[in-house]
């Protein structure tokens, strides 16, 4: 299943309707225009499969989610209205809504599950940006975006149903504390979320926060039978998030934790 015009109307009008962008003067691209930007899945498409059975100790998710913030230079901010999250827990229930229930296992419940962009085959955000500042790359499935093309005008946030994108309400450089010179910093009144650490597989490199996982997570190309996210996918039962909303997500979860009396 994929989003058609009806739906990105739909989104569109939504967005009007919630204030957003009402900020910024632009042109709205016409919905042929946004269509014919969006890619579907790609051929070379890169996902993830986090085994959330294989982390053992809260410090290995802690460091994933430290090796992340610092390669990218994401701000540490306490005001929760302002944070900038790349990749961060949920709880069950909030990551996989469709997939719970009120007699959830205490194991469960009490489980914090990493979440960040799912680079999606279909990716609503895209769909929806005036600008053309995100995108989905044709090469390797990434949704990317161009900072400096990015207004402002939050429609690819209310349009993800991952949350999976941050705004800068305010000047991130205040909240970095060691800027690492290899990634840009951004601006305030700019969008920013997870690039599949684009910066790092382009130098032959996996993705800090794969690096960071002592194994609980791997990272490659889905259509290449022998590339360790297939590995995984062959032999364990992995589930994505949400589904049924045919965004078409690349990161996949070995729940675990299925043991019957
Ligand atoms: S998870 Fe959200 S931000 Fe990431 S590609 Fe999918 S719709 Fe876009
Ligand atoms: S793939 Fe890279 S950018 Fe995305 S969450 Fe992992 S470390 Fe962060």
């Given at each position: 299943m994929s989003l058609d015009r009806r739906d990105f109307l739909k989104i569109t009008a939504l967005t009007a309707l919630f204030g957003l962008g009402s900020a910024s003067a632009f042109k709205l691209l016409s919905p042929d225009e946004i269509l014919a930007n969006v890619e579907g899945a790609a051929s070379g498409q890169l996902g993830m499969v986090i085994d959330m059975e294989l982390f053992q100790t809260p410090t290995t998710i802690e460091n994933v989610i430290e090796a992340c913030n610092r390669a990218h230079n994401v701000p540490s901010i306490d005001n929760t209205k302002h944070e900038i999250k790349w990749i961060w827990t949920e709880k069950y229930e909030n990551a996989f809504p469709e997939n719970t229930s009120e007699h959830l296992s205490e194991e469960l419940k009490a489980k914090p599950f990493l979440v960040l962009c799912n680079h999606c085959d279909h990716p609503a955000c895209v769909r929806v940006c005036?600008?053309?500042?995100?995108?989905?790359?044709?090469?390797?499935?990434?949704?990317?975006?161009?900072?400096?093309?990015?207004?402002?005008?939050?429609?690819?946030?209310?349009?993800?149903?991952?949350?999976?994108?941050?705004?800068?309400?305010?000047?991130?450089?205040?909240?970095?504390?060691?800027?690492?010179?290899?990634?840009?910093?951004?601006?305030?009144?700019?969008?920013?979320?997870?690039?599949?650490?684009?910066?790092?597989?382009?130098?032959?490199?996996?993705?800090?926060?794969?690096?960071?996982?002592?194994?609980?997570?791997?990272?490659?190309?889905?259509?290449?039978?022998?590339?360790?996210?297939?590995?995984?996918?062959?032999?364990?039962?992995?589930?994505?998030?949400?589904?049924?909303?045919?965004?078409?997500?690349?990161v996949y979860y070995i729940i675990g934790g299925q043991e019957h009396a």
């Open positions: 005036p600008t053309q500042a995100t995108f989905k790359r044709k090469s390797d499935g990434i949704v990317q975006m161009d900072y400096h093309r990015c207004i402002g005008c939050r429609f690819c946030m209310a349009a993800c149903p991952y949350g999976s994108r941050s705004f800068n309400w305010e000047n991130p450089r205040k909240y970095i504390k060691d800027v690492n010179p290899d990634y840009p910093t951004r601006t305030i009144g700019v969008v920013e979320k997870c690039n599949f650490c684009i910066e790092r597989i382009e130098r032959g490199l996996k993705p800090a926060c794969v690096d960071a996982s002592e194994g609980a997570m791997v990272f490659g190309k889905l259509d290449d039978p022998d590339s360790a996210v297939r590995a995984a996918l062959a032999t364990n039962y992995a589930v994505t998030r949400k589904t049924d909303l045919g965004t078409g997500p690349n």
